[in-house]
């Protein structure tokens, strides 16, 4: 069965500094990640997607996978208190699959 | 460009009665997805379509949960008899076809 792990927090980071948000998977064949955020009670939010290991930077997020150890990670530099959310991982097979998603991060950013 | 877009937002219902969800995918997306969030099991794909065909529904939990999805601009989420434990914020996902997904705002469906 295909599980997503994540620590569900809360993660409390001071504003401006970097928050960093962990995932690890149990499904080898998948091939896709993604990280949501969500506000309480709102739909979640794409904010960075990855498919190849490394690292991948967009503005003040950067998402790292490292795919033998099956772990994916999001980076986010300048924290400021509008980041105060649930941060959700999730992994796909590729091509047009269901997402299987962690349970989420509460991450609060304090002024 | 309007995102996806479900209603009802907010649905009250009594035990054993029909519910139905209903969501307009983001023109031009191929794949549309329904999934169901809980405090206890967090977000949970129902299933999926790829075309307007049923691709996985594996996630439906029982048989009183049907889906359909008659043309690319709509698809309904149907629950009979509803029951308290379905009680849950049901999401709707469009994708044009590979990768990212996009929500729309939720039903938000309590059972009584």
């Known amino acids: 069965q295909k599980e997503v792990e994540q620590n569900s927090g809360p993660l409390s980071v001071p504003e401006g500094a970097i928050a960093s948000l962990n995932c690890t998977y149990s499904d080898r064949v998948s091939q896709s990640f993604f990280w949501y955020r969500q506000y309480s009670g709102k739909s979640p939010e794409l904010i960075m997607s990855?498919?190849?290991?490394g690292d991948k930077e967009d503005g003040r997020f950067t998402a790292q996978l490292n795919k033998a150890s099956q772990y994916v990670s999001l980076l986010i530099r300048d924290s400021q208190p509008s980041d105060s959310a649930t941060y959700l991982c999730a992994s796909s097979g590729g091509g047009a699959d269901g997402l299987t998603f962690g349970k989420g991060t509460h991450l609060i950013i304090q002024p | 460009d309007a995102g996806v877009i479900q209603s009802p937002r907010h649905e009250v219902t009594e035990m054993g009665q029909e519910v139905t969800l209903r969501c307009k995918p983001i023109?031009?997306?191929?794949?549309l997805f329904w999934y169901r969030q809980t405090m206890m099991r967090g977000l949970e794909l129902l299933i999926y379509?790829?075309?307007?065909?049923?691709?996985?529904d594996s996630g439906m939990p029982e048989d009183r949960f049907s889906a359909k999805m008659p043309n690319a601009s709509f698809s309904t989420l149907k629950i009979q008899p509803s029951e308290p434990r379905d009680s849950a914020v049901y999401f709707c996902a469009s994708s044009p076809g590979v990768h990212e997904q996009y929500f729309g705002p939720g039903t938000r469906l309590t059972v009584t």
């Open positions: 379509f790829n075309n307007n065909v049923p691709i996985d």
């Open positions: 023109s031009g997306h191929n794949s």
């Open positions: 990855i498919y190849s290991n």
